[in-house]
């Protein structure tokens, strides 16, 4: 099998991270055009070229790893559902001058465990705003994209320990088993509605 370069070592550390193929192919210092066109087939099953198979070989051996020491049981999807539901994209926004920027510098794979898209289109300069003007050249449109964080407090909410949406009614005492036949059912009962006083 053929051995990685430094640059794909660097995608396959990324891409485990994050499981994000363009952010990880940049971060490895691929063009933006082939990032965004021939990187997502080294990642594919199917669809993976063959002078790219060590690449797919290599993520795949990570990721193995990676499942094979984190357990995957209740305890690890209420973790990751409190991370979505606890999940700010606010931490991410700082300001430039008069405008507010994202900036993932400090991300960690947690964070970018919550992020389910996140895309930049920087081809904007031919583009028409909604009001027919051009967009100015140099601007760039982002769309960043987080699952939905009422889904991951409900799934957390039925959680069994947590059960914020169920009613409980606490009950203690004995309960006696008593076997009667017909005809002592029938007594007992005439004698309880005789001693009713309602």
């Known amino acids: 099998m053929k051995k990685l370069s430094l640059q794909e070592q660097v995608f396959v550390f990324e891409y485990v991270k994050t499981l994000k193929v363009y952010q990880s192919a940049i971060r490895a210092g691929y063009a933006d055009s082939y990032a965004k066109t ?35 049981d209740k305890g690890w999807i209420l973790r990751r559902a409190k991370l979505l539901a606890e999940f700010s994209i606010s931490k991410f926004i700082r300001q430039e001058g008069s405008e507010a920027v994202y900036d993932f510098s400090n991300a960690t794979p947690d964070d970018w465990w919550c992020v389910e898209e996140y895309v930049t289109e920087e081809t904007l300069s031919d583009l028409k705003a909604s009001g027919g003007e051009p967009v100015p050249a140099g601007k760039v449109k982002k769309r960043i994209k987080t699952p939905s964080k009422i889904q991951a407090l409900k799934l957390l909410g039925d959680h069994v320990d947590v059960a914020a949406f169920k009613d409980y009614t606490e009950a203690s005492g004995q309960v006696t088993h008593v076997h009667m036949s017909q005809d002592e059912y029938k007594k007992a009962r005439e004698q309880a509605l005789k001693d009713d006083d309602c």
Request: one cysteine or more; aromatic letters at 8%.
């Open 38 to 72: 021939k990187v997502y087939a080294w990642v594919s099953e199917t669809q993976c070229p063959r002078n790219k198979l060590h690449v797919r070989e290599a993520i795949r051996k990570e990721l193995n790893k990676i499942y094979d020491e984190e357990k995957i």
